[in-house]
C-alpha cells in the first residue's frame, strides 16, 4: 500500500498537542459559523480520541462544561470541565437522560467503521447523522447550534432538509483538513427554531439524571 503524502494538518496536530487533525475541521466550522460560545455547554457526539473536546473546552473556558460520548473507551487527559463517556449514542436514551435545554451546541464527528461498500457507508453515516439531529433537537434550547459530520450520498438532501426544518440557518462546511478524496463533509444548524426555554437549575451537573447510569464514566 502506498505511503500517505506528508500531512500538514496531522503534523500540525501533533504539534499543538491535540491527538487528532480533526481538530482543525472544528476549527475552521467554528471560525465560519460562531457555534461555540464562551461559557456554553457542548455536547460532543463520536468524541474519542478528543481532539474536538479538548478544543470545545478550550473555546468555552472552565465556565463553561463539554460533555464527549464514544463506542470507545477515553484515556487521555482533559480539563476538568470536560470529559468523555463511553456508550453508543444509537441506543443511549440520551434525551431522556440529558433532559432539554441541557447545552448550547451539540457537535457530531460521528462516523461509521467504513466498510469500503460506498452506499453501506453512507446509509450508515445518515443513520449517525440524524440521531444527531434527533438528539440537538431533544437537549438545545432555541437558539442553540449544531454541527454533524456526514459522507455525502443520495440522502444527502434529506439530511439538509431536516436540519433547515430545526434550525435558522443552515450551512456546509468542507474544511481544508477534511482530505479531498473524503466524501465526508459538515452540516451546520445555527440558532434552533422554537420557544426559549428555561436552562435547567444546576449547570453543574447537567449530564444525566438520577437512576442507574446508563452511561459508562471512562
Ligand atoms: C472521526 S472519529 C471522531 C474524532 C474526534 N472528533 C476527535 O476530534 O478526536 C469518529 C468517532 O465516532 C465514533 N462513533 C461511531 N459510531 C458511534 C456511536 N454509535 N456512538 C458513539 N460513537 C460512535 C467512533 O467510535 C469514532 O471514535
Known amino acids: 500500500m502506498s ?27 467554528d471560525r465560519r459559523a460562531r457555534i461555540l460560545k464562551h461559557g456554553g455547554r457542548v455536547l460532543d457526539l463520536g468524541a474519542y480520541p478528543g481532539s474536538w473536546t479538548s478544543y470545545a473546552a478550550q473555546v468555552v473556558g472552565p465556565r463553561g462544561k463539554v460533555l464527549g460520548l464514544d463506542l470507545q473507551e477515553f484515556k487521555g487527559t482533559l480539563p476538568p470541565h470536560a470529559e468523555i463517556r463511553t456508550g ?47 438528539i440537538a433537537v431533544a437537549v438545545l434550547p432555541a437558539g442553540g447550534n449544531f454541527v454533524a459530520k456526514i459522507f455525502v450520498g443520495e440522502d444527502f438532501h434529506a439530511a439538509q432538509q431536516a436540519v433547515r426544518a430545526a434550525f435558522e440557518e443552515t450551512k456546509v462546511i468542507k474544511p481544508p483538513a477534511s482530505r479531498t478524496e473524503s466524501y465526508e463533509t459538515f452540516v451546520v444548524g445555527m440558532r434552533r427554531r422554537g420557544k426559549p426555554t428555561a436552562p435547567p437549575s444546576s449547570l453543574a451537573e447537567p449530564a444525566v439524571v438520577s437512576g442507574p447510569p446508563r452511561i459508562k464514566k471512562s
Open 88 to 134: 453508543d449514542v444509537l441506543s443511549l436514551e440520551l434525551e431522556k437522560e440529558l433532559g432539554p435545554a441541557s447545552f448550547d451546541t451539540v457537535i457530531s464527528d460521528m462516523a461509521p467503521d467504513t466498510t469500503g461498500h460506498r452506499f453501506t457507508d453512507q446509509a450508515r453515516s445518515f443513520r449517525l447523522f440524524m440521531r444527531a439531529l434527533e
Open 3 to 29: 505511503k500517505r503524502p506528508q500531512d500538514h494538518w496531522g503534523h500540525k496536530a501533533r504539534k499543538e498537542g491535540y491527538a487528532a487533525r480533526s481538530v482543525y475541521k472544528l476549527e475552521e466550522i
